[in-house]
């Protein structure tokens, strides 16, 4: 069971917002940054995000991030067929010292 | 080319050892924290293990301590995982990145472990 709690899928249609909750605790989320990652079936993951709310170059700013607490979020603007895939949240935890992900969230473009 | 290129995949029996390797090429490998994540069959992503520039800190997941050994050689910019004891629940693609957490990241394509009699 994953550290770090995501829903396990989210649909939306073409064209719509779709956001991605992320929920930890104090030693992980509360304490450190959060980076989300996207992963298409059978391909290495990719950071879409950095310290919280980053963006990589070469991410579209269609790619958003946010934390408040021990909660972080990834918002996904202007849905395109092509953002099927699934998003996993990740960060350290202190309590632990190792890093923890999300169980991951399968993105749906109706 | 900036790439990670994992290697040393394959079959081996439970309990027995691998030697995964992750070489760097296109970058300073000296400067970056490198880590080992793995993702079973149909599942999520799991943190393994990371190490930091001259290697002296590594951090383990707890399921993995005193099995595995992280290790990296900056003269061959080269990372490692030496993996012992292994068992079903090992089987995974195990993937090595730089810079996990920050701009600059970057992963490997991944290289097959499976664990099975």
């Known amino acids: 069971q994953a550290v770090l709690t995501q829903p396990p899928s989210v649909s939306a249609a073409p064209g719509q917002k779709v956001t991605i909750s992320c929920s930890g605790s104090?030693?992980?989320?509360?304490?450190?940054?959060v980076s989300w990652y996207q992963q298409f079936p059978g391909t290495a993951p990719k950071l879409l995000i950095y310290?919280?709310?980053k963006r990589p170059s070469g991410i579209p700013d269609r790619f958003s991030g946010s934390k408040s607490g021990t909660s972080a979020t990834l918002g996904i603007t202007g849905l395109q067929t092509g953002d099927e895939a699934d998003y996993y949240c990740g960060t350290w935890d202190d309590s632990l010292s190792a890093g923890v992900f999300g169980g991951g969230t399968k993105l749906t473009v109706l | 080319e900036v790439q990670l290129v994992e290697s040393g995949g394959g079959l081996v029996q439970p309990g027995g050892s691998l030697r995964l390797s992750c070489a760097a090429s296109g970058f300073t490998f000296t400067i970056y924290w490198v880590t080992w994540v793995r993702q079973a069959p149909g599942k999520g992503l799991e943190w393994v293990a990371n190490?930091?520039?001259?290697?002296?800190?590594?951090y383990y997941v707890d399921s993995v301590k005193g099995r595995f050994t992280i290790s990296r050689d900056n003269a061959k910019n080269s990372l490692y995982l030496q993996m012992n004891s292994l068992r079903a629940e090992d089987t995974a693609v195990y993937y090595c990145?730089?810079?996990?957490?920050?701009?600059?990241?970057?992963w490997g394509q991944g290289t097959l472990v499976t664990v099975s009699s």
């Open positions: 190490i930091n520039q001259d290697g002296s800190e590594k």
């Open positions: 310290d919280n709310n």
């Open positions: 104090s030693p992980n989320i509360g304490n450190n940054y």
């Open positions: 990145a730089r810079a996990l957490y920050t701009d600059g990241g970057l």
